[in-house]
């Protein structure tokens, strides 16, 4: 039973940081691409980030390139999002996400609200 399991979120004010971590079991995940996706209120949920499973090749939204860093730990099948210079625009629910066996996994998502 594949399992994708978020934690790290929280309240930060605007120019902080935050890491998302999403510990994952039930597949290979050493072979697995891993991403980060995002939904605010209102919104259409969004790619963030995402990590490639051989060569750590990695994609970033626009809007968080150069403030996030996507990372793995194959030891640990565990996948990592540090988010820093945060800002309002930020805010919204963040879910680990994968493909296995053309099926698309959800975590269940963690809250990060950037506020003063």
């Known amino acids: 039973q594949v399992q994708l399991v978020e934690s790290g979120g929280g309240l930060v004010q605007p120019g902080g940081s935050l890491r998302l971590s999403c510990a994952t079991s039930g597949f290979p995940f050493q072979y697995s691409a891993m991403g980060w996706f995002r939904q605010a209120p209102g919104k259409a949920r969004e790619a963030v980030s995402c990590?490639?499973?051989?060569?750590?090749?990695?994609y970033y939204a626009d809007s968080v390139k150069d403030r996030f860093t996507i990372s793995r730990d194959n030891a640990k099948n565990t996948v990592y999002l540090q988010m820093n210079s945060l800002k309002p625009e930020d805010t919204a629910v963040y879910y680990c996400h994968t493909i296995i066996s053309y099926m698309n996994h959800w975590g269940q998502g963690t809250q990060v609200t950037v506020s003063s």
């Open positions: 990590i490639a499973s051989s060569d750590g090749n990695t």
